[in-house]
């Protein structure tokens, strides 16, 4: 097994995260987390609970795509991805709320709705999907777990959440992730990444698919596949390239999310000309942390549009934990100490760190009215 930071060569600890045996279908089975812990790493614990709780909740947002007809679903039924929403989200919330009961969890949205008599068939199937899972709860229970997540203000310590980040990835049975991040002080020391439907290799389509990143501030980024079996983590870094001339650049399938056309003139300035890498959610942090991508840009669609913590931050400490660098559009790091939004700052790049600079000045140089 390979040397993880922080791990003295006399102590390994191996987590089990084993589901109840009655609750237990047959194709599951044991998964054997290889963590880089002692108990005096910092952030050890956090980091135990938070892979833990994404992987229960990837297998339970996996249960709700996979019964998702893709012939016969309705794109205006938000349903499927209603019920993996939340049931990701109490899980979490759960598991955070039993490890460090004082902290909170600034996240999209609470269970007012849920709550609701029109609630009752989502809260039965949220239900369902945690049994599965070996929790049994209430509909009380469910809904107090996901309320934990519904908080926006800012404090001196907080988790921030995305339990379903790419809604249109979800319902298409494509790309999708799981975003958990720790801020201390207003600063990222834990993040975790859950991306079910990513490939462990990138550009073979046969490859398996379900992919864990995580990183703690000073101990670097690392990679597991979500079913790892007794497979060890391995440390990943950002390419090597050094121009833009080279690079490939990642952005979402959905442009409401960037400005495509935006983009394709950023392309040209750079002297980029292989065809960008269009992927759904904070899969694209993972992209360029493990070398598949050079670059993401996360362009602003529309004036004084404010990104919400959630949508980046498993995602930026991955990357710079790997090597690469992230910062707004203007070249500001990303702030963590406005609450839910990140207020300072306007879209994002994120690079492998060779080139940012030059790409921070093509957008300022190519910002639309000037």
């Not at 993880?4 to 609750?23: D, I, K, T, V």
């Not at 990513?198 to 597991?224: N, Y």
């Not at 790892?228 to 952005?251: K, M, N, Y």
């Not at 890498?277 to 362009?299: E, H, N, P, T, W």
Request: glycine share 8%; aromatic share 8%.
């Amino acid at each position: 097994m390979p040397a993880l930071p922080g791990l003295r060569s006399e102590s390994r600890l191996l987590l089990a995260c084993q589901m109840p045996q009655q609750a237990r279908a047959p194709h599951q089975y044991l998964h054997i987390i290889a963590l880089d812990f002692c108990m005096d790493q910092p952030y050890s614990q956090e980091l135990e609970v938070a892979l833990n709780a994404v992987r229960q909740a990837a297998a339970a947002c996996r249960s709700v795509q996979s019964s998702i007809d893709p012939g016969a679903f309705d794109k205006q039924d938000n349903s499927p991805v209603t019920v993996a929403d939340f049931t990701s989200q109490a899980l979490i919330c759960r598991s955070l709320q039993a490890a460090f009961p004082e902290d909170r969890v600034i996240g999209e949205e609470g269970a007012a709705e849920l709550r609701q008599p029109s609630g009752a068939v989502f809260v039965d199937r949220i239900i369902t999907e945690c049994g599965a899972r070996g929790v049994r709860a209430t509909a009380g229970e469910i809904c107090d777990w996901i309320d934990r997540g519904g908080v926006h203000e800012y404090r001196s310590r907080f988790w921030t959440l995305d339990p379903v980040d790419g809604t249109k990835g979800f319902l298409r049975h494509d790309q999708y992730a799981i975003s958990l991040a720790l801020v201390i002080e207003g600063q990222l020391q834990v993040g975790v990444l859950g991306c079910p439907n990513m490939r462990l290799k990138a550009d073979d389509p046969k490859s398996a698919t379900g992919l864990l990143a995580w990183a703690v501030r000073g101990q670097g980024a690392w990679l597991q596949a979500l079913e790892a079996g007794d497979e060890p983590p391995r440390r990943i870094h950002v390419s090597a390239t050094s121009s833009s001339r080279d690079a490939r650049f990642c952005e979402s399938v959905e442009s409401e999310h960037s400005s495509h056309g935006w983009s394709g003139n950023l392309a040209a300035v750079l002297g980029i000309h292989r065809p960008p890498f269009r992927i759904d959610s904070q899969c694209k942090y993972l992209a360029v942390a493990r070398g598949d991508a050079d670059l993401y840009l996360r362009l602003p669609t529309r004036k004084w549009y404010t990104e919400k913590i959630w949508d980046h931050a498993g995602g930026v400490l991955v990357v710079e934990e790997a090597g690469g660098r992230v910062t707004d559009i203007h070249g500001r790091p990303p702030e963590f100490h406005h609450g839910a939004k990140l207020l300072a700052n306007e879209g994002m790049i994120v690079t492998n760190g060779c080139f940012h600079d030059a790409v921070v000045e093509a957008i300022r140089q190519s910002f639309p009215g000037r």
